[in-house]
């Protein structure tokens, strides 16, 4: 049998053939989150069992192919049909064949129970509602004999009376139902519980052992209640907790001294002591990694979610660990839209036309109002951009240039959306959730359905000046990453300290007209660019004063400004090829220019101004670059600051040298720096599972350059997404000594409120350690 699928090797492509429950766990271990390791017995596996009945009844010979539409109000009837089919079903073989492929799956695993979960999907467009209880999860001890009844058994909830009833009532026929079967180990836990999400507020149930006991309603859990935005415990309830499920300190409990069901043979009860009756089972760290853990996949899957955890013992892992069991998420949607699962890469949520983009055709303009469906977004698709209401790229990342050009420009984008220009056809209406990164395909009669609830949720979220009131007062600087305009008067009055990355060359882009600057030199068009460039600059310096601005000079990679100019020498460059300063030392005069126009606006009185150096790979590199800045004059000014991005590897091992160079300041460039430690392209939408920000090698190089910075009597900023992706980081950015952090727009004031929690986590600390040394 070669119907398994692994949990954390799922595609949207899958998602029938696994079920829901097992396509959102997919969907965020893939992502990183601690999921219960796993494979799924695909649906069709089901479908095959059906069909390979071998009976005499008609209504089992048309079982694979039944409406299931029963006369359910004669209930003696369903009574009698459900039992005779459960009993055809779990008197039926199970090929072995089948069986071995299973065992061998779950042998991997050191314990010797699983648990067979149903994960459901229904083929039709008929939502799933009210599907608690429906279907129940099925232990057994990982042996062939044992899976084949534990996958009958479950198989068999299907024609339950109850669920005959559901189908028929939804008007779902058996053809329609998707079931596969998640399989998982069962082994003990110290802690298991359910994760409550909503709008207005998180609370967390806990017991001790198995979550069994919740489900069965045999325990009062602990429960503690959470205000969302901060992650504050409100209030903690102590649960009346008498018996648990699992092992009994590391033992199994012998077998005459259960009373329990075949279900649950293999996972055994015990009392448990009256001391620990009267303690809170979740330890107070695993609480508050259980709140990040609930903001975050807020993020992934939507403000409403049903989260089952459990907290596996240190003997199972290195250390003790949250793993996520179960995710439930509603369908919020009405029938009959067809979806398209990508990653959200810019929030809001917008109903509008579609408009394919085929990467043959020639750049031209697109009209406003629609969402604008292509391969791929690179910089120079920015003047098109203006006018959209949302964004949809077949390739991409989090930290591509089209997510971070959508999330500049305020634009709901779905970003890695796989074969969206083939399946989705322009003037259709779609429904594009940048939040969750999904795409709906309305009908006429849905069209209106979800637009009052949408634009509340956006105007809730649009930043507004009361949200920026009574704020305390953070130390740490926080910046703001900008590139356009249009934008400035939306930034002036925000709680920000500057610029903390100007992105030149998506802000050039407003002026060059669809040339490359190489071309416009060639054409003689110096001055003409410089005028238009020195404007542009002062612009956001006049805008700022006296807050500071860095200005990263231009890093054009040719592979990504394809609609340029062909000619240009540039234009063969790769992803790694000649990018920043290697450019400017190849063709010094595009710097130059920068430089001169950097001049014209310090000239102008505008001292806030200063420069950020990309992608700098040696210290001569570096020491080319500061002789050509000396040159310019831009120095003269004491309050000018030459700094350099921290994205290359080797800044690890040259920062000391390169201070002893001349640089002041260095800004962590998250993006570049965690594509090349771990040999990932941050534009590969693919790759998204394993190109981590928060990874514990990044995170080393980031604590690394923290501390040399401080060694070298330097600042260090960060400037890429993985603050904004990881808030959770923060509390260590602050912790290390950051200096500031620079976020885009949207990210402004979650990033405020998150800098002040961390700093006030710290000073507390402190305070405390102060009182245990008194």
């Known amino acids: 049998m070669d119907k398994l699928y692994w949990l954390d090797k799922i595609t949207l492509q899958d998602r029938a053939k696994v079920g829901v ?29 059906l069909e390979n009945l071998n009976s005499s009844e008609s209504l089992i010979a048309d079982l694979p192919h039944s409406s299931l539409h029963l006369d359910v109000n004669n209930w003696r009837q369903l009574q009698q049909v459900a039992g005779r089919l459960r009993q055809e079903i779990i008197s039926a073989s199970v090929p072995p064949h089948w069986l071995r492929t299973i065992f061998a799956a779950a042998k991997q695993w050191p314990g010797s129970s699983l648990i067979l979960r149903p994960s459901l999907a ?16 099925v232990f057994c001890p990982c042996e062939e004999a044992e899976i084949g009844a534990a996958l009958k058994l479950l198989y068999s909830q299907l024609f339950r009376a109850r669920s005959l009833l559901y189908w028929r009532s939804m008007g779902i026929t058996l053809p329609q139902i998707n079931l596969g079967v998640l399989v ?81 043979n293999c996972l055994p009860t015990y009392l448990l002591p009256e001391s620990q009756q009267q303690e809170y089972a979740l330890p107070e760290a695993y609480l508050q990694e259980l709140i990040v853990l609930g903001n975050r996949l807020v993020g992934e899957l939507g403000t409403t979610l049903t989260v089952k955890w459990k907290l596996v013992p240190s003997y199972l892992a290195s250390t003790s660990k949250i793993y996520i069991t179960e995710v439930t998420v509603p369908q919020p949607i009405k029938p009959n839209i067809q979806f398209i699962q990508g990653i959200g890469a810019a929030r809001g949520r917008i109903i509008a036309n579609a408009y394919i983009l085929n990467s043959a055709q020639k750049l031209l303009q697109v009209p406003k109002g629609v969402i604008l469906i292509t391969s791929v977004i690179t910089p120079d698709y920015l003047p098109l951009l203006r006018g959209v209401a949302g964004i949809i790229t077949e390739q991409g990342g989090l930290t591509s240039h089209g997510a971070i050009l959508a999330r500049e420009l305020s634009i709901p984008a779905v970003i890695s959306a796989t074969g969206a220009t083939t399946i989705l056809q322009s003037g259709e209406k779609l429904l594009l959730d940048g939040d969750k990164g999904e795409i709906y395909r309305l009908t006429e009669e849905e069209e209106n359905f979800p637009i009052a609830e949408m634009e509340k949720t956006m105007d809730d979220e649009k930043i507004s000046d009361h949200q920026f009131t009574n704020l305390p007062i953070i130390a740490t600087k926080l910046m703001v990453n900008l590139s356009q305009p249009q934008l400035i008067k939306q930034v002036q009055s925000l709680p920000v300290d500057g610029v903390g990355l100007l992105r030149s060359e998506l802000m050039i882009l407003n002026i060059l007209k669809g040339k490359h600057p190489q071309q416009w030199l060639l054409e003689g068009r110096q001055k003409e660019l410089l005028e238009l460039l020195s404007e542009q600059i002062m612009e956001f310096a006049r805008a700022f004063l006296p807050r500071p601005i860095f200005y990263r000079s231009l890093d054009l990679p040719a592979y990504n400004l394809t609609s340029l100019s062909a000619d240009s020498p540039l234009s063969q460059s790769s992803i790694l090829g000649e990018r920043g300063v290697f450019n400017y030392m190849q063709y010094p005069a595009i710097f130059e220019l920068e430089l001169q126009a ?64 001349g640089v002041m300041g260095i800004s962590i460039g998250t993006n570049d720096l965690t594509q090349l430690l771990l040999g990932v392209d941050r534009e590969q939408g693919k790759f998204a599972t394993i ?26 900023s960060i400037c890429g997404q993985a603050p904004v992706l990881y808030p959770e980081i923060i509390d260590k950015l602050i ?20 800098i002040a929690r961390a700093e006030q986590r710290l000073i507390l600390a402190a305070a405390r350690k102060q009182l245990i040394d008194l």
Not at 23 to 47: C, E, M, N, T
Not at 122 to 131: A, F, H, R, T, Y
Request: charged share 15%.
């Open 21 to 49: 429950l097992a396509f959102y766990l997919s969907k965020i271990q893939q992502r990183g989150y601690p999921v219960l390791p796993g494979f799924v017995v695909a649906a069709d596996v089901l479908q095959q069992f």
């Open 122 to 137: 229904i083929s039709s467009n008929q939502e799933m509602k009210n599907v608690t209880g429906l279907l129940d999860s």
């Open 184 to 264: 998982q180990p069962v082994d003990s836990c110290i802690a298991s519980g359910v994760l409550n999400i909503n709008p207005l507020a998180y609370d967390i149930e806990a017991t001790w052992g198995d979550c069994l006991a919740i489900t069965n309603g045999e325990v009062l859990p602990d429960v503690y209640y959470i205000e969302p935005e901060t992650g504050v415990v409100l209030e903690r309830q102590l649960g009346n907790k008498i018996l648990a499920y699992g092992l009994d300190n590391g033992t199994h409990l012998a077998s005459e001294e259960l009373q329990l069901t075949s279900n649950h």
């Open 598 to 661: 950097l001049a014209i606006v310090q000239a102008s009185g505008y001292r806030n101004i200063n420069l950020l150096l990309p992608f700098v790979r040696t210290v001569e590199e570096f020491v080319f670059c500061r002789h050509k800045v000396a040159e310019s004059g831009l120095m003269k000014n004491h309050q000018f600051q030459l700094w350099i991005m921290a994205e290359v590897p080797s800044i690890l091992f040259l920062l000391p040298e390169y201070i002893q160079a």
């Open 691 to 716: 190109f981590d920000e928060s990874h514990p090698v990044v995170m080393k190089a980031i604590s690394q350059l923290i501390q040399m910075s401080q060694a070298g009597g330097i600042p260090c």
């Open 735 to 754: 912790e290390w000594g950051i200096t500031s952090i620079s976020v885009e727009l949207e990210a402004v004031e979650k990033t405020y409120k998150a």
